[in-house]
């Protein structure tokens, strides 16, 4: 560790990576600990223009949904020290950015600097219209629910009532109990969150790259900016593998230019661990507990 900060405070260039490993601390599953799967959708089916444009009512359950179990999170002291380090970083003569792959809001939430900010994949809480003709979006809207439908769609599991089931090879044992799924909603486009500037029915969408998207150009032009402009002296790499493209690419065009790296994560490979990967070093464990120690004797505790 002492290795580490002794470069963490000669650094003045500093990018953050963060992906969905971070957000596990407050409450939050990853992806694959979901099990990708809500009220027995596939949430890969509902996460496409085309499932949106089938049907608007069923991807905006699922998405208020997400919104509601990300408004229950808290961000915690991995978020709070990337928020202090992105106040501070400027008195500190230090230019820094965050790179985060999670649309939970938890960065906003934890007053990072918005211009140091930058959500790759989007946000739940940013809301965009659908009509080609309009380029509204709605920022940083936590309003749950956003519309009287969309109220008590929230949970996915009705816990008033449960389902009876025999094990059909041990009918003497007392019967086991399963929550039941909440029914999905029939819900009417004229009652889904509708744009205020075209005013003539066109929908709001959730303001997140779904699959088969374009990633947002302008936010990647900024970041590819900011690496290349000049030397980046550190780049943190938290909660994530940090595998997939373009996080795996702004690992490697940071090394290439002479740059280190400091893996926060539950899951690190052994001969990082070991020391053997040249300019590299893991720490393994919950990131938001072993980042804020790593990072204070730049920016001091995190309560």
Same mark, same amino acid.
Request: proline residues 5%; neutral net charge; aromatic residues 10%.
């Given at each position: ?65 997400? *919104?509601? !179990?990300?408004? #229950?999170? $808290?961000?915690?002291?991995? @978020?709070?020290? =990337?928020?202090? /380090? ?22 906003? *939430?934890? !007053?990072?600097? #918005?211009? $140091?900010?930058?959500?790759? @994949?989007?946000? =739940?809480?940013? /809301? ?37 089931? =025999? ?137």
């Amino acid at each position: 560790m002492k290795e580490f900060q002794d470069h963490l405070l000669k650094s003045k260039r500093i990018v953050a990576l963060v992906g969905a490993g971070l957000s596990v601390s407050s409450g939050l599953p990853t992806f694959r600990g979901s099990q990708g799967l809500w009220k027995n959708f596939n949430m890969i089916d509902l996460a496409t223009p085309d499932a949106f444009y089938i049907d608007p009512g069923l991807v905006w359950q699922f998405y208020s949904w997400r *919104r509601f !179990n990300a408004l #229950k999170a $808290k961000p915690n002291r991995g @978020h709070k020290t =990337l928020a202090k /380090l992105s106040m501070e970083a400027a008195s500190k003569n230090i230019e820094f950015i965050t790179i985060t792959q999670n649309v939970d809001g938890l960065s906003i *939430r934890a !007053n990072h600097s #918005k211009e $140091k900010l930058y959500e790759i @994949h989007g946000s =739940l809480f940013d /809301l965009k219209c659908t009509s080609f003709m309009c380029n509204y979006v709605d920022h940083d809207n936590f309003k749950n629910p956003l519309t009287k439908a969309l109220a008590d769609t929230e949970y996915e599991y009705d816990n008033t009532k449960r389902k009876r089931k =025999l094990l059909d090879d041990d009918l003497d044992k007392e019967p086991s109990l399963s929550p039941q799924f909440k029914p999905v909603k029939e819900i009417s486009e004229s009652e889904l969150p509708q744009c205020p500037v075209c005013k003539d029915g066109s929908l709001l969408r959730p303001g997140v790259v779904w699959f088969g998207e374009s990633l947002p150009l302008r936010t990647i032009n900024a970041i590819d900016n900011f690496i290349e402009y000049d030397k980046v002296d550190l780049i943190l790499v938290i909660g994530t593998s940090g595998t997939v493209y373009p996080a795996n690419s702004y690992v490697d065009r940071v090394k290439v230019k002479g740059g280190k790296v400091a893996i926060f994560n539950t899951d690190i490979e052994d001969h990082i661990l070991n020391g053997e990967e040249k300019d590299t070093w893991g720490f393994k464990g919950d990131a938001a507990e072993l980042l804020p120690k790593a990072l204070e004797p730049l920016i001091g505790d995190i309560y």
